[in-house]
Protein backbone atom coordinates (compact mmCIF):
# COMPACT_ATOMS: atom_id res chain seq x y z
CA UNK A 1 0.00 0.00 0.00
CA UNK A 2 1.18 3.40 -0.56
CA UNK A 3 0.28 4.81 2.83
CA UNK A 4 -1.96 7.66 3.21
CA UNK A 5 -1.99 10.27 0.16
CA UNK A 6 -3.26 13.97 0.19
CA UNK A 7 -3.78 16.38 -2.46
CA UNK A 8 -2.29 19.11 -3.03
CA UNK A 9 0.99 19.23 -1.20
CA UNK A 10 0.52 23.02 -1.66
CA UNK A 11 -2.04 25.82 -1.48
CA UNK A 12 -1.92 28.87 -2.22
CA UNK A 13 -4.89 31.07 -2.21
CA UNK A 14 -6.50 34.45 -1.44
CA UNK A 15 -8.82 35.06 1.49
CA UNK A 16 -12.44 34.39 0.71
CA UNK A 17 -11.87 31.68 -1.96
CA UNK A 18 -12.71 27.84 -1.51
CA UNK A 19 -10.54 25.77 -0.64
CA UNK A 20 -10.30 21.52 -0.69
CA UNK A 21 -7.96 19.33 1.24
CA UNK A 22 -7.98 15.52 -0.35
CA UNK A 23 -7.25 12.35 1.32
CA UNK A 24 -7.12 8.85 0.70
CA UNK A 25 -6.83 6.49 3.35
CA UNK A 26 -4.66 3.09 3.80
CA UNK A 27 -6.88 0.37 2.53
CA UNK A 28 -8.83 -1.46 4.96
CA UNK A 29 -8.66 1.25 7.36
CA UNK A 30 -11.61 1.88 9.45
CA UNK A 31 -10.75 5.47 10.86
CA UNK A 32 -9.91 8.75 9.52
CA UNK A 33 -9.00 11.93 11.23
CA UNK A 34 -7.86 15.48 10.00
CA UNK A 35 -5.86 17.11 11.85
CA UNK A 36 -4.39 20.77 11.71
CA UNK A 37 -0.72 21.87 12.74
CA UNK A 38 0.49 25.54 13.68
CA UNK A 39 3.25 26.49 15.35
CA UNK A 40 0.88 28.61 18.08
CA UNK A 41 -1.58 25.17 18.91
CA UNK A 42 0.51 22.76 17.85
CA UNK A 43 -1.35 19.51 16.43
CA UNK A 44 -5.10 19.77 16.60
CA UNK A 45 -7.69 17.09 15.74
CA UNK A 46 -10.63 18.46 13.70
CA UNK A 47 -12.78 15.76 12.83
CA UNK A 48 -12.84 11.94 12.54
CA UNK A 49 -14.73 9.37 10.89
CA UNK A 50 -15.31 5.34 11.43
CA UNK A 51 -16.94 3.82 8.33
CA UNK A 52 -17.19 7.13 6.95
CA UNK A 53 -19.36 8.59 9.39
CA UNK A 54 -18.47 11.40 11.07
CA UNK A 55 -18.02 10.27 14.45
CA UNK A 56 -16.36 14.01 16.78
CA UNK A 57 -16.24 16.96 14.58
CA UNK A 58 -15.70 18.92 17.95
CA UNK A 59 -12.60 20.00 16.52
CA UNK A 60 -13.66 21.93 14.00
CA UNK A 61 -13.09 25.55 14.42
CA UNK A 62 -16.28 26.97 12.86
CA UNK A 63 -19.00 26.61 10.32
CA UNK A 64 -16.78 27.71 7.61
CA UNK A 65 -15.02 23.92 7.66
CA UNK A 66 -16.65 20.93 6.25
CA UNK A 67 -15.47 17.14 5.92
CA UNK A 68 -16.69 14.37 3.97
CA UNK A 69 -15.77 10.78 3.46
CA UNK A 70 -18.36 9.60 0.36
CA UNK A 71 -16.60 6.31 0.70
CA UNK A 72 -13.94 4.10 1.91
CA UNK A 73 -10.89 5.20 0.03
CA UNK A 74 -11.60 8.96 -0.46
CA UNK A 75 -12.47 12.20 2.01
CA UNK A 76 -12.32 15.99 1.35
CA UNK A 77 -11.90 18.88 4.47
CA UNK A 78 -13.71 22.06 2.69
CA UNK A 79 -13.02 25.84 3.96
CA UNK A 80 -15.20 28.16 2.51
CA UNK A 81 -14.83 31.08 2.92
CA UNK A 82 -11.05 30.86 3.69
CA UNK A 83 -9.30 33.26 6.11
CA UNK A 84 -5.73 34.10 6.60
CA UNK A 85 -5.88 32.76 10.02
CA UNK A 86 -6.56 29.19 8.11
CA UNK A 87 -3.18 29.36 7.22
CA UNK A 88 -1.39 25.81 8.61
CA UNK A 89 -0.17 22.25 7.44
CA UNK A 90 -3.71 20.16 7.12
CA UNK A 91 -2.90 16.23 8.20
CA UNK A 92 -4.49 13.36 7.50
CA UNK A 93 -4.17 9.84 9.21
CA UNK A 94 -5.79 6.99 9.14
CA UNK A 95 -6.25 3.72 11.47
CA UNK A 96 -7.73 0.40 12.22
CA UNK A 97 -9.09 1.82 16.14
CA UNK A 98 -9.53 4.81 16.98
CA UNK A 99 -6.87 4.65 19.43
CA UNK A 100 -4.33 2.68 17.39
CA UNK A 101 -1.66 3.51 15.71
CA UNK A 102 -2.21 5.83 13.07
CA UNK A 103 -0.33 6.68 9.67
CA UNK A 104 -0.02 10.40 8.58
CA UNK A 105 -0.16 11.55 5.20
CA UNK A 106 2.74 14.15 4.10
CA UNK A 107 0.14 16.88 4.72
CA UNK A 108 -1.14 20.07 3.27
CA UNK A 109 0.54 23.34 3.82
CA UNK A 110 -2.63 26.05 3.15
CA UNK A 111 -1.53 29.75 2.61
CA UNK A 112 -4.27 32.23 2.67
CA UNK A 113 -3.07 35.46 1.74
CA UNK B 1 -6.20 20.64 27.33
CA UNK B 2 -3.73 18.60 25.92
CA UNK B 3 -3.27 15.08 27.69
CA UNK B 4 0.64 14.37 26.92
CA UNK B 5 3.01 17.48 27.55
CA UNK B 6 6.35 16.93 26.35
CA UNK B 7 9.65 17.96 27.75
CA UNK B 8 12.12 19.61 27.31
CA UNK B 9 10.57 21.89 24.32
CA UNK B 10 14.11 21.23 22.65
CA UNK B 11 16.96 19.56 23.17
CA UNK B 12 20.59 19.70 21.23
CA UNK B 13 22.92 17.38 21.47
CA UNK B 14 26.21 16.08 19.36
CA UNK B 15 26.04 13.06 17.25
CA UNK B 16 26.83 9.95 19.70
CA UNK B 17 25.26 11.09 22.63
CA UNK B 18 22.09 9.71 24.31
CA UNK B 19 18.69 11.51 24.02
CA UNK B 20 15.93 11.31 26.80
CA UNK B 21 12.41 13.15 26.32
CA UNK B 22 9.96 12.78 28.56
CA UNK B 23 5.98 13.23 28.36
CA UNK B 24 3.59 13.83 31.32
CA UNK B 25 -0.03 12.90 31.03
CA UNK B 26 -3.06 13.85 33.57
CA UNK B 27 -5.79 10.76 32.91
CA UNK B 28 -5.76 7.21 32.69
CA UNK B 29 -4.57 5.28 30.31
CA UNK B 30 -4.78 2.20 28.04
CA UNK B 31 -1.63 3.11 25.85
CA UNK B 32 0.71 5.74 24.70
CA UNK B 33 2.37 5.88 21.86
CA UNK B 34 5.41 8.15 20.76
CA UNK B 35 6.12 9.69 17.08
CA UNK B 36 8.32 11.53 15.18
CA UNK B 37 7.97 14.60 12.72
CA UNK B 38 10.71 15.46 10.34
CA UNK B 39 10.83 18.96 9.06
CA UNK B 40 8.04 19.05 6.25
CA UNK B 41 6.70 15.64 6.63
CA UNK B 42 4.25 13.83 8.32
CA UNK B 43 4.64 12.10 11.81
CA UNK B 44 5.73 8.68 11.76
CA UNK B 45 4.74 5.94 14.47
CA UNK B 46 7.52 4.83 16.18
CA UNK B 47 6.57 2.84 19.36
CA UNK B 48 3.15 1.43 21.06
CA UNK B 49 3.73 0.77 25.11
CA UNK B 50 0.74 -0.36 26.82
CA UNK B 51 -0.79 0.51 30.37
CA UNK B 52 0.75 -2.80 31.89
CA UNK B 53 3.84 -3.05 30.47
CA UNK B 54 6.70 -0.81 32.04
CA UNK B 55 9.35 -0.75 29.28
CA UNK B 56 10.03 -1.59 25.48
CA UNK B 57 13.01 -1.62 22.87
CA UNK B 58 12.57 -0.79 19.48
CA UNK B 59 16.03 -0.54 17.87
CA UNK B 60 18.06 2.40 19.38
CA UNK B 61 14.80 3.38 20.88
CA UNK B 62 14.11 2.46 24.86
CA UNK B 63 10.33 3.40 25.70
CA UNK B 64 9.46 3.24 29.77
CA UNK B 65 6.11 4.26 31.61
CA UNK B 66 5.49 4.61 34.87
CA UNK B 67 1.34 4.45 35.36
CA UNK B 68 1.63 6.08 39.17
CA UNK B 69 3.75 9.39 37.95
CA UNK B 70 1.70 9.48 34.51
CA UNK B 71 4.74 10.03 32.91
CA UNK B 72 6.86 8.31 29.90
CA UNK B 73 10.23 8.35 28.63
CA UNK B 74 11.63 8.14 25.22
CA UNK B 75 15.42 7.67 24.93
CA UNK B 76 17.50 7.22 21.66
CA UNK B 77 20.83 6.00 22.19
CA UNK B 78 23.86 6.48 20.19
CA UNK B 79 21.81 9.39 18.50
CA UNK B 80 22.61 10.51 14.35
CA UNK B 81 22.06 13.58 12.87
CA UNK B 82 19.24 12.10 10.95
CA UNK B 83 17.44 11.45 14.51
CA UNK B 84 17.23 15.55 14.33
CA UNK B 85 13.34 15.79 14.51
CA UNK B 86 10.46 16.82 17.00
CA UNK B 87 8.81 13.71 18.86
CA UNK B 88 5.39 13.88 19.85
CA UNK B 89 3.97 11.01 22.74
CA UNK B 90 0.10 10.54 22.19
CA UNK B 91 -2.42 9.42 24.71
CA UNK B 92 -5.61 7.60 24.46
CA UNK B 93 -8.17 9.66 25.69
CA UNK B 94 -11.77 8.49 24.98
CA UNK B 95 -11.65 7.06 21.55
CA UNK B 96 -9.39 8.93 20.36
CA UNK B 97 -5.23 9.74 20.27
CA UNK B 98 -4.31 13.49 21.94
CA UNK B 99 -0.56 14.91 21.13
CA UNK B 100 1.57 16.33 22.96
CA UNK B 101 3.34 19.85 21.84
CA UNK B 102 6.29 17.94 20.87
CA UNK B 103 10.49 17.71 21.90
CA UNK B 104 12.43 19.53 19.07
CA UNK B 105 15.47 17.39 18.58
CA UNK B 106 18.32 18.81 17.21
CA UNK B 107 21.35 16.04 16.53
CA UNK B 108 24.76 17.94 15.46
CA UNK B 109 27.32 16.41 13.47
Known amino acids: DAGVIQSPRHEVTEMGQEVTLRCKPI?????LFWYRQTMMRGLELLIY????????DSGMPEDRFSAKMPNASFSTLKIQPSEPRDSAVYFC???????????FGAGTRLSVL | SQQGEEDPQALSIQEGENATMNCSYK?????LQWYRQNSGRGLVHLIL?????REKHSGRLRVTLDTSKKSSSLLITASRAADTASYFC?????????FGAGTILRVKS
Open chain 1, 27 to 31: SGHDY
Open chain 1, 49 to 56: FNNNVPID
Open chain 2, 90 to 98: ATDKGNKLV
Open chain 1, 93 to 103: ASSLGPADVQY
Open chain 2, 49 to 53: IRSNE
Open chain 2, 27 to 31: TSINN
